[in-house]
């Protein structure tokens, strides 16, 4: 899995890789963006982390997290079952940020 910018500096996620990650098809996941169930938040890295990026995408049943370094390569992971706040509270999954 990769995580890329475009031209413009957004990120980029493959919502075919994610939905894997996420343990659904991408059908699903496009149905559960529309219902409004999908969060999904990038964080920057600072201090001894300034280079990485961490991406949490979080769904009505299931969550996942990835870190990325610099060039984009996913370097550790998490799976986790999200808190019913994390998906209202987070912004929608275009598959841009």
């Known amino acids: 899995m990769r995580f890329d910018r475009d031209s413009g500096g957004a990120w980029i996620v493959d ?40 991406v949490t995408v979080t769904t009505e049943y299931s969550g996942w997290q990835g870190l990325f370094d610099a060039g984009g390569a996913l370097i550790g992971e998490r799976f986790f079952e999200p808190v019913s706040a994390e998906v209202t509270a987070s912004a929608d999954l275009s598959g841009r940020h």
């Open 15 to 54: 919502p075919e890789d994610l939905a894997v990650k996420l343990g659904m098809t991408s059908a699903h996941l496009q149905s559960q963006e529309r219902r409004g169930l999908v969060g999904s938040r990038v964080e920057i890295g600072s201090g001894s982390d300034e280079g990485r990026s961490r």
